[in-house]
């Protein structure tokens, strides 16, 4: 099981205006290079995002289904590629005016499930950390487009 967190200095419904749209994903998950909706209902369980990923001259298709959604709260879903599915799951905790992002991520089925091991968890942590600092910048970014973030330290544990 690869599990990686990281203090994000945005509010949780910030963070899972992020996540609650499938078009951003390309945006934040490392080697994604196109997310779309499928169906619209994103996060729905049961709905659908397509991806693209690509890796150096190659492209792969696939899909991810939404599996259990707690809006604000948790987000978990199944990754399917050629190799197989994975489970990733976001957690987000209230931290002050900031949120505590928890990601866990394992392969359930196919090749990648055999393949398993702690070197894989290695690369997959080092994966998260890049796709969680890139989350942060979209939420922020997103937020300073909407305007109501105060600049940095101003107003900490304040909400409005």
Same mark, same amino acid.
């Given at each position: /099981?690869? @599990?990686?967190?990281r ?5 949780p419904?910030?963070?899972w ?6 078009? =951003? ?8 290079h $196109?997310?779309w909706?499928? $169906? ?7 709905? @659908? =995002?397509?991806y693209?990923l690509k890796l150096?001259p190659k ?10 959604c707690?809006p604000?709260?948790r ?14 799951a ?13 990601v866990d ?6 090749p990648?499930a055999?393949w398993h091991?702690?070197a894989? $968890?290695?690369?997959?942590r080092w994966r998260?950390?890049? /796709? ?17 973030? @105060? ?6 544990g304040?909400?409005?």
């Open positions: /099981m690869a @599990q990686w967190n203090l994000v200095e945005a509010t419904e910030d963070v205006s992020v996540l609650s749209d499938g078009r =951003l994903y390309s945006r934040f998950v490392v080697g994604t $196109d997310t909706e499928e $169906d619209g209902e994103w996060p729905a369980p049961g709905s @659908q =995002l397509g693209v150096g492209s792969y298709r696939g899909r991810t289904t939404s599996r259990i707690e604000g709260r987000l978990e879903l199944e990754a399917k590629t050629d190799l197989g599915t994975a489970r990733i976001f957690r987000l905790v209230p931290w002050g005016a900031d949120t505590l992002v928890v991520e394992h392969p359930l089925r196919g990648a055999h091991n702690t894989v $968890d290695t690369l997959t998260h950390r890049g /796709m969680l600092a890139r989350l942060e910048d979209v939420a922020l970014s997103r937020k300073k487009k909407t305007g109501q973030r @105060q600049g940095a330290g101003e107003g900490r304040v909400r409005p």
